[in-house]
Every structure is written in structure tokens, then in C-alpha cells.
């Protein structure tokens, strides 16, 4: 019998943040048939932010990286809350987005957003692999390295 998704956070010693409340006026997720758009999600834990600054200035790609497998744990908390709780629900990621603050001359945004998209594969295995975009940007809200929204389809 396939462990519950509870149960392999639990095995892989993964504890998922609150859900973090939205920062304006949006909604931190839509469901629309089976699908949850999930809003963009910055790297928060439980109310505090963290990795401020720019990838490739003072920020490495591994900070990068650590960012967004945050903001992927938030995505997968927006997802539990839409699904009433129950992850088993979450029958696909079906695509990641990412926006990575960055020097001008910053070219690795892949292997930045390969912290959400390695998370979701650990978690949900199969059904963790999704289409993705990863962009630089010159500056994100509240100066925060990385910012990630996705697309979960529930049954």
C-alpha cells in the first residue's frame, strides 16, 4: 500500500508552514474544476521572511535554490488548504512558474527553481513532474530572492 503524502513529509523530515496569508488584494489560491491555481509564493516560514536580495550579487545559487524549495513548501501548503487538507488529493503538479531576483548577467534560473521542482518530485513523485518557466527579474516584491505560483490538479 502507497505511504500517504503525510506520511512520506513525515518520513522525509519535511514540516510544511502555515499557509501564508495574502500580502494584497488576491486570493492565495482558485480552484476551477480540478485544477488550484496557487498565487505566486514568496520565501516566508510561518510569518518570516527570508533570503532577501539578489541572486549572483550577494545571494549564491544555492541561496537561490533554498528559496525557492521554500516557496515550494508554501505552494504545497496553499495546495493542502485547498484540498481541505488532505494532500492525497493532489493528483498532479501540473506546472511551476518561478521568478528569480538576479544580476543582469545572471543566466542560471534553472537550477534556482530546481528547489521547488526537486521538492515537489520528493513529495508527490511522479505526480511532481510538471511543465515549469524560470525568469530573472530586476527586483521582486519585498526584495525577496525568489518567487514561485503553481498549478495543482485535485481529484
Not at 500500500?1 to 519535511?14: E, H, S, V, W
Not at 550579487?57 to 521554500?70: I, K
Not at 495546495?79 to 501540473?94: F, Q
Request: with cysteine.
Amino acid at each position: 500500500m502507497p505511504a500517504t503524502i503525510d506520511a512520506r513529509l513525515k518520513q522525509l523530515g519535511i514540516a510544511l508552514p502555515e499557509p501564508p496569508k495574502p500580502a494584497a488584494n488576491y486570493v492565495p489560491f482558485v480552484t476551477s474544476g480540478a485544477l488550484v491555481f496557487c498565487a505566486g509564493q514568496v520565501p516566508v516560514w510561518n510569518g518570516e521572511l527570508r533570503f532577501k536580495g539578489r541572486v549572483g550579487g550577494g545571494l549564491s545559487v544555492d541561496d537561490g535554490y533554498q528559496a525557492a524549495r521554500l516557496c515550494g513548501l508554501n505552494l504545497i501548503a496553499q495546495a493542502k488548504a485547498a484540498a481541505g487538507g488532505d494532500l492525497d488529493r493532489v493528483r498532479r503538479v501540473v506546472k511551476l512558474g518561478g521568478f528569480v531576483n538576479c544580476t543582469a548577467d545572471f543566466t542560471d534560473h534553472p537550477k534556482v527553481l530546481n528547489g521547488a521542482s526537486d521538492l515537489m518530485a520528493e513529495v508527490f513523485g511522479d505526480a511532481g513532474k510538471h511543465a515549469r518557466f524560470a525568469v530573472g527579474a530586476p527586483s521582486l516584491p519585498l526584495g525577496v530572492a525568489v518567487e514561485v505560483d503553481g498549478i495543482f490538479e485535485l481529484s
